[in-house]
Nanobody
Framework: QVQLVESGGGLVQAGGSLRLFCAASGRTFSNYAMGWFRQAPGKEREFVTGITWSGSRTSYADSVKGRFTISRDNAKNTVYLQMNSLKPEDTAVYYC????????????????WGQGTQVTVSS
């Protein structure tokens, strides 16, 4: 089992920044690829970004490329999501997820999920 707890969400004006945190506990964190997903009201959960277990490779949704950055610190069992130039359409609940093995963009690829943190961007 891997337990994931997100934090760092909140209310921010358009153009602002937020940094999300995902703290992991349980099985060896460094064995897992990590992803961030988001879900807006009435919409399906969508992939935002992911990072391999070593941090050597990342993947981003086109909608966030150049604005969001994912990183991880395996010594601290933590993955980060730096979000800059936020837009109202970024408003959603953001979820951290862990998947054993290779990086993927599908929700089915991930085995463990956090409870989510709300990000609201006002115009």
């Amino acid at each position: 089992q891997v337990q994931l707890v997100e934090s760092g969400g909140g209310l921010v004006q358009a153009g602002g920044s937020l940094r999300l945190f995902c703290a992991a506990s349980g099985r060896t964190f460094s064995n897992y690829a990590m992803g961030w997903f988001r879900q807006a009201p009435g919409k399906e959960r969508e992939f935002v970004t992911g990072i391999t277990w070593s941090g050597s490779r990342t993947s981003y949704a086109d909608s966030v490329k150049g604005r969001f950055t994912i990183s991880r610190d395996n010594a601290k069992n933590t993955v980060y999501l730096q979000m800059n130039s936020l837009k109202p359409e970024d408003t959603a609940v953001y979820y951290c997820a862990a998947g054993f093995g290779n990086l993927g963009t599908s929700t089915a690829r991930y085995d463990y999920w956090g409870q989510g943190t709300q990000v609201t961007v006002s115009s």
